[in-house]
């Protein structure tokens, strides 16, 4: 049983936490996996996404949106310390393999993991999916602060009473995200993590990608 499960709110701005056995499993895997500055995050990402589906009218199961916010960064969990992928990959894989378990239809599937894995790929979710758009705007909601007037101020302050940010939010979620990409620096490419290895590892060296192009074995 996830400790303290029992007291975590029911609901927050108004929107009803999920309590299915898939959900709770979710939360649990979370809780078990990765720091609370991890798990705080997700629960406050969930709630500004189903806001934001509310908002603007879109479609969106809550299940499979809380699914989505507890397994969006279970990638940088111990369990993958010996993976080459991005972490967002394996945090998608993960949802998926604890989906199929409880009998979640193949095209749903497919769309949390589209969703989790493309999570913070800027500008691309928002043409996706609801769900991938909705979990987006959340991310970046929580982390960037992007568009936080979508919500109003009694909805965030809401979400951060149930779930503080905390002292040094910012740092330690860098922090978090260093440690779960530190051994695959390769994963990194094209991507936000690049950002924060050049932050946290002194001996990070970012792959560019022009010289990629122009130190390959062409012979124009």
């Given at each position: 049983?996830?400790?303290?499960?029992?007291?975590?709110?029911?609901?927050?701005?108004?929107?009803?936490?999920?309590?299915?056995?898939?959900?709770?499993?979710?939360?649990?895997?979370?809780?078990?996996?990765?720091?609370?500055?991890?798990?705080?995050?997700?629960?406050?990402?969930?709630?500004?996404?189903?806001?934001?589906?509310?908002?603007?009218?879109?479609?969106?199961?809550?299940?499979?949106?809380?699914?989505?916010?507890?397994?969006?960064?279970?990638?940088?969990?111990?369990?993958?310390?010996?993976?080459?992928?991005?972490?967002?990959?394996?945090?998608?894989?993960?949802?998926?393999t604890a989906m199929?378990?409880?009998?979640?239809?193949?095209?749903?599937?497919?769309?949390?993991?589209?969703?989790?894995?493309?999570?913070?790929?800027?500008?691309?979710?928002?043409?996706?999916?609801?769900?991938?758009?909705?979990?987006?705007?959340?991310?970046?909601?929580?982390?960037?602060?992007?568009?936080l007037d979508a919500?109003?101020?009694?909805?965030?302050?809401?979400?951060?009473?149930?779930?503080?940010?905390?002292?040094?939010?910012?740092?330690?979620?860098?922090?978090?995200?260093?440690?779960?990409?530190?051994?695959?620096?390769?994963?990194?490419?094209?991507?936000?993590?690049?950002?924060?290895?050049?932050?946290?590892?002194?001996?990070?060296?970012?792959?560019?990608?022009?010289?990629?192009?122009?130190?390959?074995?062409?012979?124009?």
């Open positions: 049983m996830l400790n303290g499960h029992a007291a975590r709110p029911a609901e927050v701005a108004g929107i009803v936490m999920p309590r299915t056995p898939l959900a709770i499993a979710s939360a649990e895997a979370a809780h078990a996996s990765l720091p609370d500055v991890v798990t705080a995050h997700a629960s406050r990402v969930f709630v500004f996404a189903a806001l934001a589906a509310r908002h603007e009218r879109i479609a969106c199961e809550p299940d499979m949106l809380y699914v989505a916010a507890m397994y969006m960064n279970m990638g940088l969990s111990a369990a993958y310390a010996h993976s080459n992928l991005r972490y967002e990959i394996d945090g998608a894989d993960a949802a998926r199929q378990r409880y009998g979640v239809p193949s095209n749903v599937l497919d769309d949390v993991w589209c969703a989790i894995a493309l999570h913070t790929t800027p500008r691309v979710p928002v043409h996706m999916s609801a769900l991938a758009r909705v979990l987006s705007l959340a991310v970046r909601a929580d982390l960037l602060a992007d568009d919500w109003s101020q009694a909805e965030r302050e809401q979400i951060v009473a149930a779930w503080p940010r905390g002292a040094r939010f910012k740092e330690r979620m860098i922090e978090a995200i260093g440690r779960g990409v530190a051994h695959r620096p390769m994963s990194t490419f094209g991507t936000l993590s690049a950002d924060v290895l050049e932050r946290v590892d002194p001996d990070f060296c970012r792959t560019n990608f022009c010289g990629l192009i122009l130190g390959s074995p062409w012979n124009d």
